[in-house]
């Protein structure tokens, strides 16, 4: 996001050297060169395949899974400090975005959402146990504000996802282009109207039904803790294989459109900082034919710049739904050798959405970790004097940027290795929806292939994006 690029280049400051948003100031030589790398990834994902294309026999992923029953008493006063926490988060996010600093890179408000929650706590959850599930300030008002007495919930229809897919369009596009989100005025004011707008949905269809289907964040979160080890739920904690939750998960066509478009933003961040788009930024500027309208749109107030951000960020989600529609085209023939047998095409693009959760987990992971490291950094000034006062609460109020927590070789490494396990774990979950979609072993293993031929090209494709801003 633009927001992202001025926290991380105000780290300049204290800094001997320039740095942006995840790139370094220095290229990173691999030993080997970057094909090797490639190649060695996709036949790390090409190998998991085989795994479970040799060992896996049924579904049952989640078999052998350890549960721990919770006192009812204790799961209260654990869920009871949860929601405080939250609560008392999301005051001070506000008051913070209202009163305090307002440099984006001293609010706590806009440090606090854009690095330590929408990066470090996405990840936390995904490589956990979901907490937002409990913690939900808002889910949490809601039910206490709105009247709830004697009325039943009915599930809203299916459709209704479509505005959790619209609602984290919309997050993505504040975050990636525009400039509200490091503005924490700015900020203070859109998480009103989220609220307002989760309040108001609420009022109409229900608190459980409209937060479940509609809301962008329980979608969110609630998949992110679908990846994740632990899961916590009705006084229970039930420790299982990272990914098992997503076996079986029916998402539906918005939930699978949702599951893409996580992947799809990433991506385009990560485009977004290649030679590629700074390639294609430059045709669009030079042409011939797009000048005059170029022109025209400025010359009426428009920020082109944003504009082509705008159309690159839709184009990616469009495209990564396209792809894994033919994908699931691919998949309905190697199985059945037609597009309607026994599981059709759009059976298909709904059941193994789930299986590429992992996939988004790794990206996220890969593409944020140096962003996490150094801007997370920026709270430790922030806690000592939030108002911007001059306090010094506790004594880090002149903290200056480490760079040196991490550096490119330590980026390129997480990267690699995340994309690998990642995309290795989404095959894994995505045979064991073909052993419970296909009841013959040989109609699931074929049903497979195109799968693995996918996520081989994309684990190179994805690394080649990220290795730009390190390594070129």
Request: hydrophobic share 60%; charged share 10%.
């Amino acid at each position: 996001m633009r927001g992202r690029a001025a926290l991380l280049c105000a780290l300049a400051g204290g800094a001997p050297t320039p740095v942006a948003a995840h790139a370094f100031a220095e290229r990173y030589d691999l030993p080997l060169p970057l094909g090797f790398y490639l190649a060695a990834a996709g036949a790390a994902v090409a190998l998991s395949f085989l795994g479970s294309f040799l060992f896996m026999r049924s579904d049952g992923l989640a078999e052998g899974a350890w549960t721990m029953q919770i006192p009812v008493g204790m799961w209260r006063v654990v869920e009871s400090v949860l929601q405080a926490v939250g609560l008392a988060l999301l005051a001070a996010v506000l008051v913070t975005a209202l009163l305090g600093p307002e440099s984006p890179t001293r609010n706590f408000a806009t440090v606090f959402v854009w690095v330590i929650w929408w990066v470090g706590f996405a990840i936390f959850t995904a490589l956990v146990v979901d907490l937002w599930t409990v913690a939900n300030p808002f889910r949490l008002l809601a039910a206490r504000v709105l009247p709830t007495s004697g009325r039943r919930e009915a599930p809203l229809p299916a459709a209704a996802g479509w505005l959790a897919v619209a609602g984290l369009l919309t997050i993505a596009w504040l975050e990636l282009v525009s400039d509200w989100a490091e503005n924490p005025r700015g900020l203070a004011v859109l998480v009103g109207v989220y609220g307002a707008g989760l309040f108001a949905g609420a009022a109409v269809a229900g608190v459980s039904a409209w937060f479940s289907a509609a809301d962008p964040l329980t979608r969110l979160f609630g998949l992110l803790g679908r990846v994740a080890p632990i899961e916590a739920k009705e006084a229970r904690l039930r420790l299982r294989l990272p990914g098992a939750g997503l076996v079986g998960l029916e998402p539906g066509v918005p939930g699978a459109v949702f599951i893409l478009s996580l992947i799809a933003i990433v991506l385009f961040d990560g485009l977004s900082e290649t030679p590629l788009w700074a390639g294609m930024l430059d045709w669009v500027t030079r042409s011939e034919t797009l000048r005059p309208l170029l022109l025209a749109l400025r010359d009426n107030g428009v920020d082109i710049l944003k504009l082509v951000r705008t159309c690159g960020l839709l184009a990616t989600v469009g495209l990564a739904v396209l792809s894994y529609g033919l994908l699931a085209l691919a998949m309905a023939m190697a199985a059945d050798g037609s597009w309607g047998g026994r599981a059709s095409a759009g059976r298909i693009f709904t059941g193994f959405a789930a299986s590429l959760m992992p996939i988004a987990v790794a990206y996220h992971l890969a593409h944020y970790a140096s962003y996490l490291a150094l801007a997370g950094q920026l709270m430790l000034p922030i806690l000592s004097d939030p108002l911007g006062l001059g306090w010094d609460l506790i004594g880090t109020a002149n903290h200056r940027i480490d760079l040196g927590v991490i550096d490119a070789r330590s980026v390129w490494w997480i990267a690699a290795v995340a994309l690998v396990i990642g995309h290795g774990l989404s095959v894994f979950v995505a045979h064991a929806e073909a052993l419970r979609l296909y009841p013959d072993r040989n109609r699931a293993v074929r049903s497979q292939l195109p799968m693995m031929v996918f996520m081989v090209g994309l684990t190179a494709f994805s690394l080649w994006i990220l290795s730009q801003p390190i390594v070129a």
